[in-house]
């Protein structure tokens, strides 16, 4: 009874492991992903003729889905400090 009740927490604990690392991995790819985000906006911001909306294929240079870049966006991103 002790071994089986030690080899179910064992897999509780592994799979708890799992999990988080699994967490941790899909935390960095986000943090990555606001970085390059990031980037973008403020190359677009210093360029002299950006365009208000990034393109497609710009965005899927950057490994991203295309962002409408209104005035609105960069200015929820200067609120939250962002840029």
């Given amino acids: ?3 089986k009740q030690r080899a179910i927490l064992l897999n509780k604990a592994r799979e708890r492991e799992n999990t ?3 967490l941790l991995e899909q935390r960095n790819q986000q943090q990555e992903q606001l970085h390059k985000l990031k ?17 497609l294929a710009t965005a899927a240079e950057e490994n ?8 609105k966006f960069l200015k929820y991103l200067h609120t939250k400090n962002l840029l």
Avoid at 39 to 49: I, P, Q
Wanted: net charge positive; no cysteine; charged share 10%.
């Fill in 1 to 3: 009874m002790y071994q």
């Fill in 39 to 55: 980037v973008l906006v403020a190359g677009l911001l210093k360029s002299k003729n950006s365009k208000p909306t990034v393109t």
């Fill in 64 to 71: 991203m889905t295309a962002y409408n870049l209104s005035g």
């Fill in 20 to 22: 988080f690392s699994q």
